[in-house]
Each structure stands twice: as structure tokens, then as C-alpha cells.
């Protein structure tokens, strides 16, 4: 397991705990929204905003800040919880969600939020633009890495799998993409709706090197990403 102080796990937890609440107070103060894809993203956005990402809640526009996508756009209350927490905005502000004027809309904006690098929502399109940022740092050369988030429904469109299959013939190794593999989509489970198995071996035949977690153990989702890490 990764050499992280225990204390430091348990902050993280404590972070996701509050994010949670957050979650669950917005979405019930909007009277809309997706709490249920949201609270399965949290613990990875945690770790990811609090652990592994280089960012700046003081200058989001940080030229060699990591980046972050989340495809899976309707999480959006997990990504303003954690920002919030974050210091990128008041915590106050998250019960404006989806509400008229409000800075936090139903989907990321990247033009109305601090933190907010790529607008999403339209399922299927995250992961190309995060594949789009990675290939840009390499030409670049520059050192940031990027993120995504992707939903288990999502991998039913075709442009995931392009998006794959042009990151691995580039080599994009600066790109990470998780699978938030919760097995619900807005008409019911994947299995009924559209079967995306065996996804695990899908992934790998597209050239993607793959580690299977439990995407709520923080400790597991560090170790992955420092295996990752090791491989570059």
C-alpha cells in the first residue's frame, strides 16, 4: 500500500464525508440533480484534489496546474464539494446549485467556475477532451498531467472508444481515466440497458494499461495512481 501517514487517509476521509453532505444538502435545495453518480465519484475526486493533483485554488488558472475533466458532467455537486472544500469558492455557495445566476449549473461551466477546466455533460465527449490535453502538453512539452472521470454508461458511445484508441497510438501516458464503474445510468442498470462487458478487457485491448479498484478506498486509489506513476 502507498506510504501515506494514516492521519493524512483520515483527512481525506473526513473531506469525502463532508463532501457527501454537501451533495445530498444541494441537490435536495435545488430539488434536482444526479446525487446518486455524484456520491460514487466522491472518494476519487478527493483523492485526486487533495492527494495526487498539482492545482492552486488561488490561482486557477495556473499554466502548470494539472488538469481535470469530468465526462461524467451531471456529477457535477461531487466536483463543487470538493472544490469547495478545496478553497476555490464558499462552502455557502454550493446551496445555489442549478439555481438562476448561479455559478454552479447542472453541468460544469469552464467559463462561469474557478476550477472548472473543461465544460462537460454531453455523455461520451470528456474523455476526447481530456485525450485533446494531454496530446497538447506533449507538443508543448510541458510537465502537467490530466485527469478524467468517466460513467460505466458513457462507454456505450463509439467516441469513448476513439478517444482510446487515438490516446494509445499517441502514447498520451500523461492521461489518466477512471471508470467510475457504479452499474446505473438514467434508465436502469448497464447490464439492461446496454451491456459494456467485459470492460476490463475492452480497455486493455485498446492498448490502455488498466487497474481494477474499489473506487471508495482512498488508500487503494493512491497506491494505483502511484503504480501509474512508477510506470512513467
Not at 476519487?44 to 461524467?72: A, C, G, Y
Not at 453541468?107 to 473543461?118: F, Q, Y
Not at 464503474?181 to 462487458?197: C, M
Request: net charge negative.
Amino acid at each position: 500500500m502507498p506510504s501515506v501517514d494514516k492521519t493524512k487517509i483520515n483527512e481525506m476521509e473526513e473531506i469525502a464525508r463532508r463532501v457527501r453532505i454537501h451533495i445530498v444538502k444541494s441537490t435536495h435545495e435545488a430539488g434536482s440533480g444526479h446525487p446518486g453518480g455524484s456520491l460514487s465519484a466522491t472518494d476519487i475526486l478527493t483523492t485526486l484534489f487533495f492527494h495526487s493533483m498539482n492545482h492552486d485554488p488561488e490561482n486557477p488558472e495556473w499554466e502548470d496546474r494539472d488538469r481535470f475533466v469530468l465526462s461524467k458532467g451531471h456529477a457535477a455537486p461531487a466536483l463543487y464539494g470538493v472544490l469547495a472544500e478545496a478553497g476555490y469558492f464558499d462552502v455557502e455557495e454550493l446551496m445555489t446549485l442549478r439555481k438562476l445566476g448561479s455559478r454552479l449549473q447542472g453541468h460544469p461551466d469552464m467559463n462561469k467556475t474557478p476550477g472548472i477546466d473543461a465544460s462537460t455533460g454531453s455523455l461520451g465527449q470528456g474523455l476526447s477532451i481530456a485525450a485533446g490535453m494531454a496530446l497538447a502538453a506533449k507538443i508543448d512539452r510541458d510537465s502537467y498531467r490530466v485527469f478524467a472521470i468517466c460513467g460505466d454508461g458513457e462507454m456505450q458511445s463509439g467516441q469513448i472508444w476513439e478517444a482510446a484508441m487515438f490516446a494509445s497510438h499517441n502514447k498520451l501516458d500523461n492521461l489518466i481515466a477512471f471508470l467510475d464503474r457504479n452499474n446505473l445510468q438514467i434508465d436502469g442498470s448497464t447490464n439492461e440497458v446496454v451491456s459494456i462487458e467485459p470492460i476490463v478487457s475492452k480497455w486493455r485491448s485498446f492498448g490502455w494499461h488498466v487497474i481494477e479498484i474499489d473506487g471508495h478506498d482512498i488508500e487503494e486509489i493512491i497506491d494505483a495512481l502511484e503504480k501509474k506513476r512508477q510506470m512513467n
